[in-house]
Every structure is written in C-alpha cells, then in structure tokens.
C-alpha cells in the first residue's frame, strides 16, 4: 500500500472540507450582515418620514408590526418545506418589520445626540459581543447539542413575559426581560455557530446548503437583533 498517496489524498481531502466549511460559514455571516443593513435601512427611511411613522406605528397597526416578525418566522419560514429562494424573501420579510419597528428608534435619534449615541454604541457592544460568541461557538469543543431544548423553552418563556409586559407596564418585568434576553440570545449566537459547523457537509446538495445558511442566519439575525435592542435599554437608563 502507498501510504505517502493516502495520507496525501486524506489531507487534499481535509483542505476541500476546510475550504467547503469556510465558504458556508461565510455565506451564512453575509446573509445575516444583509439583513441587519436592510433592517438599518428601513428603520432610517420611515423614521425620517412623519406619514410613514404614522402609517406603520399608529395605533392599533403597531401591535401587528410588533408581531408580524414572530408570525413570520412561526408559519411563513420551514427550511424543511420550502424553497431557498422563498427562505430567503422571508429572512428579508422579518429584516423588512423589524426595520419598520426600529424607525421610532431612528426618528429619535435623529432629534437627541444623546440617544443616537446610545444607539451607537448599543450596536457597537452588540457587535462585538456577538463576534466573540460566534467565535467561542465556532472553537470550542465541548458538545453544545444539549442547549437546544433549553434555549427554545427559554425564548418562548421570553415572549411570554414580553406579551404580559405590554399590559402590565412594569419597570422591573422590563428590566427582567431584557437581562435574560441577553444571556439568552447569547447562549443561542454560540449553540448555532457550533450547530452551523456541525451540520456542514460536502456532500450537501446547493440547494440543501442554502437551505440551512438562510435558516442559520435568521437564528443569528435574531440573537444580534435582541442582544442590540435589551443592550439599549440598560444604555438608556444611565
């Protein structure tokens, strides 16, 4: 046996995974980098705009803005059924909503300094901290499958609190929410950076491997989105 051709043709093997892996993760990062611009670019162009900000914000439509993302994602985003093409007008549906509900953000914080620096850095924090979640879930090599249960229960308890919240108006439910909204989302940026990893494949058809970038995006969209938003509510409070 030529043992110098097998081991050459095992590490040939190894670079295409590497290469393979690398590209995927990229894709998934570039999807996800996209829907936070679309969503940075929405909430700019209606919260400059007095009549849009009524049109999308007044009461009662604001409840099914504030909704439509969830609704989205529960009925209208199956990677197990549907289309990437379609996966992907639905990533950019919810990116689209949550644009729309961030432009009350932006329309303040076009009018207080102050604010748009909290927003500033709120997204600067944001980022930085998903960058290194995504990277401790990348490296690490502790096996993070058990998380999922736990995280999925933990976001619809999440919602639950934010829904009563509505009605209830209670600073500290508020502050609650947003403290474990943190850890959280954060515990999800690195299960679904490990989870990304591990479901990688080279043999994979494009179509599959498309499939699971639009599906991982959305999770990461959404951790980046949450952690921005309860990292500004404590901002706002100092």
């Known amino acids: 046996m030529d043992f110098n051709r097998s081991d050459a043709t095992v590490q040939t093997r190894s ?37 849009l900000l009524q049109l999308f914000l007044g009461s009662p439509q604001k409840y099914l803005v504030m909704f439509a ?35 009350a ?15 500033a850095r709120a997204f600067f924090i944001a980022t930085i901290m998903f960058a290194g979640l995504s990277i401790l879930g990348y490296t690490t090599k502790k096996d993070l499958s058990g998380m999922q249960t736990f ?36 515990g999800l940026t690195v299960f679904e950076t490990q989870n990304m990893k591990r479901m990688y494949s080279p043999n994979n058809t494009l ?13 990461l969209y959404i951790s980046f989105i949450a952690m921005f938003q309860y990292i500004l509510h404590f901002l706002q409070q100092r």
């Open 151 to 186: 995280l999925s229960m933990a976001i619809l308890g999440l919602v639950a609190f934010s829904v009563m919240n509505i009605f209830f108006k209670s600073d500290m439910l508020t502050n609650l929410v947003a403290g474990a909204g943190i850890l959280i989302f954060s």
């Open 69 to 103: 993302p969830l609704a989205i994602i529960w009925f209208g985003f199956r990677p197990d059924r549907m289309a990437a093409s379609k996966l992907m007008m639905a990533f950019f549906g919810v990116a689209i909503v949550y644009g729309i509900s961030f432009s």
């Open 207 to 219: 179509e599959i491997a498309n499939r699971m970038a639009w599906a991982s995006a959305l999770n």
């Open 15 to 51: 670079r295409e995974v590497n290469e393979g892996l690398r590209k995927h993760m990229n894709s998934i990062y570039a999807k996800m980098s996209g829907g936070v611009l679309v969503t940075a670019i929405v909430a700019m162009v209606v919260g400059s705009s007095p009549m």
């Open 105 to 119: 953000i932006a329309a303040v914080a076009t009018q207080d300094p102050a604010f748009a620096m909290a927003v």
